[in-house]
Nanobody, 124 residues
Framework: QVQLVESGGGLVQAGGSLRLSCAVS????????MGWYRQAPGNQRELVAA???????NYADSVKGRFTISRDNAKNTVALQMNSLKPEDTAVYYC??????????????????WGQGTQVTVSS
């Protein structure tokens, strides 16, 4: 069974840094796209940073220059380094991945997966 396992997050003061990691658990054929989203109370879930299926990276304007997404293809992991954190970065951060895997009965399948979410709280 394929799962996304997140780690990192926590409480930090404004100006501080945190690092989030996400690993794909289970047997997959390929990672088509992978990245991070966040959702603050009362807000919709929004893109933070992601690797697209074309290999490029996308960042939300609000995090450009402060956050960096990276990946380790050999380990099927993606990380988000968050620097110069602001109180408005406070949210639950979710890992997302568009994966292709092989199902014995159904052949190759492509599905969208979400991690369980990890809380990031930035105090002022």
């Amino acid at each position: 069974q394929v799962q996304l396992v997140e780690s990192g997050g926590g409480l930090v003061q404004a100006g501080g840094s945190l690092r989030l990691s996400c690993a794909v658990s289970g047997s997959i054929f390929s990672i088509n796209a992978m990245g991070w989203y966040r959702q603050a109370p009362g807000n919709q879930r929004e893109l933070v940073a992601a690797f697209t299926s074309g290999g490029s990276t996308n960042y939300a304007d609000s995090v450009k220059g402060r956050f960096t997404i990276s990946r380790d293809n050999a380990k099927n992991t993606v990380a988000l380094q968050m620097n110069s954190l602001k109180p408005e970065d406070t949210a639950v951060y979710y890992c997302n991945a568009d994966l292709t895997y092989y199902n014995i009965g159904l052949g190759y399948r492509r599905d969208d997966y979400w991690g369980q979410g990890t809380q990031v709280t930035v105090s002022s």
